[in-house]
């Protein structure tokens, strides 16, 4: 899986009300409206720069606060084709992982606003293609890869009527 896109960068601790303000979360039902409001409150107009496949990169402790899945599942369905943070809350990551939202732990220093990156999920390599630069990450384990490729754990039920690891390396 490799992805392409623009980046938008934020700092430490974002959490999911950065990610989507609790009042859009009881009003709206609809991922598609309410993704209109993502990261508002961190950057109001966020929503407007954002192209489809841009990443969002982060610093420590992205995802912290609510356990709910609305906060990656907006976050996908506004077009982020990934998010880059150096640390990830837990149950966040996992969330992620389940929607089908790609999030990859890097050193996000050498990644700024505007640049343009190339991800390789497979093979655990960024491309900073404004700066020229490559950084090295984990490669995604496999099964989490699969995820991903089907749309995330429900997806991925819906295609093999299981947890299917034969598909998987």
Known sequence: MILKGKVHKFGNDINTDYIIPSKYKTRISDMT?????????????????????DFIVAGSNFG???????????????????????????????????VGLPVVECDTSQIDEG????????????RNLTKGL?????????????LLK????VE??????????QSVK
Do not use: Q
Request: hydrophobic share 45%.
């Open 134 to 146: 490559e950084l090295g990450v984990a490669p995604l384990p496999d099964v989490m890869v699969e």
């Open 64 to 98: 912290c606060g609510s356990s709910r899945e609305t906060a990656p599942r907006v976050i996908k369905t506004s077009g982020v084709s990934a998010v880059l943070a150096k640390g990830f809350a837990r149950i966040f990551f996992r969330n992620a992982i389940n």
């Open 156 to 165: 991925h039920f819906k295609r093999y009527g299981t947890f299917n690891l």
């Open 115 to 126: 640049d343009d990156l190339e991800v390789d999920l497979e093979a655990g390599r960024i």
């Open 33 to 53: 409206e309410m993704a209109k409001h993502v990261m508002e409150d961190a950057d109001p107009e966020f929503a407007a720069k954002l192209s489809a496949g």
């Open 150 to 153: 089907d749309g995330g754990l």
